[in-house]
């Protein structure tokens, strides 16, 4: 994530305290990212990435409204399960 992205989350004008915040915690990510990569354990540097991400007052967005189910996927797992259920009942018969 780079530091402009970040910067832009604020809210505000940036001080010079909120950019370098916003440099510690891009470079924390970055650091994250290159340890996953070679396949070791980031777990310390994602705690430093949540300690600053709270520090410098990041939020995850609040969750969205569930998504409506799609009408046509749901007649056709209706379609299915009838389907499904008639060739298990005649099984039982023969």
Avoid at 32 to 55: F, P
């Amino acid at each position: 994530m780079s530091i402009a992205v970040i910067l832009s989350e604020v809210g505000r004008e940036p001080s010079a305290l909120d950019r370098v915040a916003a440099e510690a915690l891009s470079s924390a990510l970055i650091g994250s990212r290159r340890k996953r990569a070679k396949g070791q354990s980031d777990n310390e540097s994602l705690k430093l990435v949540a300690q600053l991400a709270r520090a410098f007052g990041l939020k995850p967005a609040p969750a969205g409204p569930p998504a409506a189910p799609d009408l046509d996927d749901f007649l056709d797992q209706v379609a299915a399960d009838a389907a499904a259920a008639r060739d298990d009942a005649e099984d039982d018969d023969q």
